[in-house]
């Protein structure tokens, strides 16, 4: 996948503060999305993957760095970059059907539209028995299936996801992310996804970007050439799962030390 | 029929507490002015609920007739009370309490005075009451709202303040305005804390409205246990006092059924 690009970041600080010390949870990011394209941000816990997630939502904008999207500086979160969480986050007070339309009610769009729209959702997604009941009767899959519904339903350019099937058993895993397929080819989405699964990334991604633990820099940049459907039994699947295994392994050993040397001081 | 099994297992403490303190009395263990016989207490709740004359169809329709029993006349005036008191009290409190959880500025202002006057009891306020209102249903009702008052106060608040922030995150991401995101996020978000609070807040004002009825009004189920008190009535200050557990058994039913039809969408603990 080639084209524009869509997403830029460029020179990209974070810094918190704890225990006095100034911790870099990024540190000096580099890395453009290309309009279309799926990148997959990959590392273990700690190395500010979601960190540069939510500064691309807007939630918590980089201490120093830009980040643009179609050439705009980002200064706030807005609908043109939808956001999947791993906890789903659905408003337990409002239906399927409520919970999809919501984004397009706060956009005031007629109610005919917003129903046709609903409903072809709900097709797309295969949730058309459940539009009318509350989350808390919908297994984890199902309230994945309504949470992407959902960010569909604003149309934004660009999907972001913060380890969305994080929580899923790997059967609903496996089928969502065949799904997640369908839908970026048909609808054409940027999408960035966060996950800590090599085996996700290699299965998604067009590119996977693998950033180390503290201070969150970019390691290595890989492009997945493999032809779609990937099959995860192949020679070439696992030459790569062993290379990005290798690269994590150093990331998630460094985790470790750090975290001994804590529990040292403690 | 698991149901029904709970609710006769239910039944049974009562039964038997029933039977031994009829047993007490019957077998002249207790002096019957002390504590009379569930019969007398029962015989009393009758004669207290029935209407005093009999049915004249020149006085009025057949329905006002079976409700002019005394009983009757004094479980309204209380509920008028308990309800105008619980909506002044609670109208008060929701809007103050929205603002005191969604705003650190308006909690920082209000919350030093809020916590001053919680602690007092509304029965410290019967001397200002009386003071201010002078005497009939105004000083009941004020105390009551007192009562509800708070309750519904600080559950709103910790409601507010308790929405989980991932919601406010969903909103701000779909593009809401603050004021959507206060009416379709926030204020549902908190609803299951504001009908706790109303639910205690209710309770508070059946408590405080037997009280307020000893002071300052001439009917009502407060003022008839006082003044079956005076003619050593105890069968009738027990009938007065059953009376007013089931009135608010009563209420608090409907309370609970009308929030479990509005909060069906919410399963006690929130859970991912």
Not at chain 1, 107 to 128: F, G, M, R, S, W
Not at chain 1, 143 to 148: D, E, G, T, W
Not at chain 2, 65 to 91: K, M, N, P, T
Request: hydrophobic share 45%; proline share 5%; net charge positive.
């Amino acid at each position: 996948m080639s084209g524009a690009k869509h997403i830029s970041i460029q020179g990209v600080h974070k810094v918190f503060q704890s225990g006095g010390q100034e911790v870099y949870a990024l540190k000096a990011i580099d890395l453009e999305v290309a309009r279309g394209e799926f990148v997959c941000l990959l590392g273990p816990s700690g190395c500010g993957k979601s960190t540069l997630l939510n500064a691309v939502a807007g939630f918590s904008l980089p201490s120093s760095g830009t980040i643009t999207v179609e050439g705009v500086p980002i200064t706030e979160p807005g609908p043109d970059r939808g956001m999947v969480f791993q906890e789903y986050a659905l408003f337990p007070w409002m239906t399927v059907e409520q919970n999809i339309a919501f984004g397009l009610q706060i956009k005031q769009v007629a109610k005919a539209v917003i129903q046709a729209k609903v409903d072809e959702l709900l097709v797309l997604l295969n949730l058309q028995d459940f539009r009318r009941r509350y989350p808390k009767d919908l297994s984890g899959g199902m309230r994945q299936r309504v949470a992407i519904a959902r960010v569909l339903a604003i149309d934004s350019p660009i999907m972001l996801m913060d380890e969305p099937f994080g929580a899923l058993d790997a059967l609903t895993r496996r089928n969502l992310q065949d799904e997640l397929l369908r839908l970026w080819t048909e609808l054409k989405k940027t999408i960035l996804f966060v996950t800590h699964s090599i085996e996700e990334a290699l299965y998604l991604a067009d590119r996977t970007v693998v950033m180390t633990y503290r201070p969150g820099t970019i390691k290595r940049d890989l492009s997945i050439d493999l032809p779609r459907p990937r099959d995860v039994a192949s020679p070439a699947f696992n030459a790569l799962k062993k290379e990005l295994s290798q690269l994590l392994m150093e990331e998630q050993h460094r985790h470790q030390q750090d975290e001994f040397k804590g529990a040292a001081v403690d | 029929m698991k149901r029904y099994k709970h609710a006769a297992s239910g039944i049974l403490v009562p039964l038997v507490a029933l039977a031994l303190w009829q047993l007490l009395s019957s077998m002249g263990w207790v002096n019957a002015t002390i504590l009379p016989s569930p019969l007398r207490v029962l015989v009393k709740w009758w004669a207290y609920l029935r209407p005093l004359e009999a049915f004249d169809s020149a006085q009025g329709s057949y329905l006002k007739w079976c409700l002019s029993g005394e009983l009757i006349q004094d479980a309204l005036g209380s509920l008028y009370r308990v309800l105008v008191g619980f909506f002044i009290g609670g109208g008060l409190a929701l809007p103050l309490g929205l603002a005191m959880g969604y705003s650190r500025v308006m909690y920082g202002l209000f919350n030093p005075l809020v916590q001053v006057l919680r602690p007092i009891p509304p029965i410290a306020y019967i001397p200002l009451s009386i003071l201010w209102f002078g005497l009939g249903n105004p000083p009941a009702v004020f105390l009551i709202s007192i009562g509800a008052f708070f309750p519904v106060l600080m559950n709103t608040v910790a409601g507010v303040q308790n929405v989980d922030s991932i919601y406010l995150r969903v909103g701000r991401n779909l593009g809401a305005s603050r004021l959507t995101q206060f009416t379709h996020i926030i204020l549902p978000a908190a609803t299951p804390y504001i009908f706790t609070g109303a639910r205690i807040g209710m309770g508070t004002a059946f408590i405080v409205v037997i009280v307020s009825e000893m002071i300052a009004v001439n009917n009502g189920l407060g003022y008839r246990i006082l003044e079956a008190r005076e003619y050593l009535w105890s069968d009738k200050i027990i009938a007065g006092m059953f009376t007013i557990g089931l009135l608010g058994l009563g209420i608090d039913t409907l309370m609970s059924g009308l929030s479990t039809h509005l909060l069906k969408w919410h399963r006690g603990l929130e859970q991912s």
